[in-house]
């Protein structure tokens, strides 16, 4: 079982950045991918970031490509989403996610509570 709780998200302005953390405690955390995935209100879940166990190797959604940064610390059991250059159209609920094949499958096996990021125009 893995326990992940993010934090970060908030209030911004087009334009601005913001930094999302997602801390995991249970399973060993580097034997797993992680992701962020995200929800805006009447749409379904989507897939906006993965890395690879050791954080090497990252994919992105298409619409975030370029603003968005993932990264982890295998030794801080935590995961990052970087966010810049933030539009109204990413305001959603932001999920991180741990599992086995977050990358290729776009799923998680676990799951955080979410964490909101409103962008303002």
């Known amino acids: 079982q893995v326990q992940l709780v993010e934090s970060g998200g908030g209030l911004v302005q087009a334009g601005d950045s913001l930094r999302l953390s997602c801390a995991a405690s249970?399973?060993?955390?580097?034997?797993?991918?992680m992701g962020w995935f995200r929800q805006a209100p009447g749409q379904e879940r989507e897939f906006v970031a993965g890395?690879?166990?050791?954080?090497?190797?990252?994919y992105y959604a298409d619409s975030v490509k370029g603003r968005f940064t993932i990264s982890r610390d295998n030794a801080k059991n935590t995961v990052y989403l970087q966010m810049n250059s933030l539009k109204p159209e990413d305001t959603a609920v932001y999920f991180c996610a741990a599992g086995f094949m977050v990358i290729a499958d776009r799923r998680g096996d676990y799951w955080g509570q979410g964490t909101q990021v409103t962008v303002s125009s």
């Open positions: 249970g399973r060993t955390f580097s034997s797993l991918e």
């Open positions: 890395c690879s166990r050791s954080g090497g190797y990252t």
